[in-house]
């Protein structure tokens, strides 16, 4: 009878450590995956402020080419300009 006790005694505490585990790799599973729902936010908010910035890359790449367009109209303009002057100066 007594060994029935030991056996029973022993199981017992082997279940409660079993469920304490249980309860630890439970809590240690949430808080892994609040880091992974946190993370995943994170990837989300910088990918938006990635494609944000890749938007205005475009726009400021595109107003570059026009100011270089108008430059160089600009530029051809004086040229001839400066021709008229020294053609209408000698």
């Known amino acids: 009878?007594?060994?029935l006790e030991k056996a029973k005694?022993?199981?017992q505490s082997s279940l409660t450590r079993a469920e304490g585990d249980l309860?630890?790799?439970k809590?240690?599973?949430s808080q892994e995956?609040?880091?992974a729902s946190a993370l995943d936010a994170e990837k989300t908010r910088l990918a938006s402020e990635a494609s944000e910035a890749?938007?205005?890359l475009r726009?400021?790449?595109d107003e570059l080419r026009q100011k270089a367009t108008q430059l160089t109209a600009v530029e051809a303009?004086?040229?001839k300009l400066q021709k008229k002057i020294k053609a209408l100066l000698s």
């Open 1 to 3: 009878m007594q060994e």
């Open 9 to 11: 005694s022993d199981l």
């Open 23 to 25: 309860k630890k790799a």
């Open 27 to 29: 809590d240690s599973l």
């Open 33 to 35: 995956q609040a880091r």
């Open 54 to 56: 890749s938007s205005k």
């Open 59 to 61: 726009v400021v790449e």
């Open 77 to 79: 303009e004086k040229d």
